[in-house]
């Protein structure tokens, strides 16, 4: 369809080129900086999101608080602004393919899942020392880069809300008092409209990783408020109810991350994964069978070097032992003796 901003130049700087994406918060675009021709993409929020001039000034002050955000599982924020009363925010353009495109065509391998888990919470610890909660964690908004190994980026920090120093949220996040999110993934503080915290990340995380391991989400129905109130009250099911062959530790994890009291929940992001690498599925796997061979082959060679150390330790306390016979031999006046023919047989082959 025609879109207005294809072609757009914006603030002089940036060319619209493509539509990417759209969502309920805004949408995104494939542009070029001009000049230097580099690819970023560009989301432009929905006008409602700084349509007073204190709400603008809120968006700039916490886009800002966003753009310093840097670490290798984050889509940095490098610009921001507004057009025609849109804000806007410029991101690094990444090409990969969501986590929710990764999980339509099936199950992961287990491996796979903590590795995507644990980059997940990676970045979103590097967020929350910063004070930057994301608040819609979700597939969607997880992208794996193209290469041999999975390398993640987290996207969107857009409807992020900051955390001030002392703790408590930011105006804009207290002013709003909406709850915004995906309900699918949403902690049972968000489905209630209370203040959130980095908490309600992680247990976004714990729902993400139920569905990667299970194949499902632990709760679904048709209308999101009934998904909103299984949240709130809903135990969910075991994992291994399901996926028998993942290990009770795993399980424990798992369902932590899903407690609906906060304070029961992985305190940090880092504590989170370090849990999941601790799990027999998140320890590095054993040696393959040709590494093992290797070990056996070299065993014998161990075994002759210790024989070897002895043998020149004999040695040396034979030709102590013989110097002595020689030298009392000697003082007694007596012939001297020989030293075997062995031994010096041994002594030839031996230097």
Known sequence: MDDARIGLVVDGRYRVEDRIAAGGMGVVYRAVRLGLDKPVAIKFLHRSQASVPHQRERFNREAAAMSRLSHPNLVSIIDYGDVDGAPYLVMEYQH????????????????????????????????????????????????LLSSADDIVKILDFGVAKLIEGDGSPSEMSVMARTILGTAAYMSPEQARGQAI???????????????????????????????????????????????PEISPELEV???????????????????????????????????????????????????????????????????????????????????????????????????
């Open 197 to 243: 915290d980095p908490r309600a990340d992680l247990y976004a995380v714990g729902i993400m990783l139920y569905e990667m391991v299970v194949g499902r989400r632990p709760f679904e129905a048709e209308r999101d408020l009934a998904v909103l109130r299984m949240q709130v009250e809903d135990p969910p099911l075991r994992p291994r109810n399901i996926a």
């Open 96 to 143: 990969g393919e969501s986590l929710r495109r990764v999980l339509e065509r099936g199950s992961l391998p287990i491996e796979r899942v903590i590795s995507i888990a644990r980059q997940i919470l990676a970045g979103l610890g590097s967020a929350h020392v910063s004070g930057v909660v994301h608040r819609d964690l979700k597939p969607d908004n997880v992208l």
């Open 253 to 351: 994890v798992m369902l932590r991350a899903l407690e609906k009291k906060r304070t029961e929940r992985w305190e940090t992001a880092e504590a989170f994964s370090a849990a999941l690498a601790q799990t027999p599925e998140g320890r590095p796997p054993p040696a393959s069978e040709p590494v093992r061979a290797a070990l056996r082959d070299s065993a014998p060679s161990r075994k002759r070097s210790g024989g070897w150390a002895s043998l020149v330790l004999a040695m040396m306390l034979l030709a102590v032992a013989g110097v002595s016979l020689l030298w009392v031999a000697d003082d007694h006046g007596l012939i001297e003796v020989p030293w075997p023919e062995w031994f010096l047989r041994v002594i030839a082959t031996t230097i």
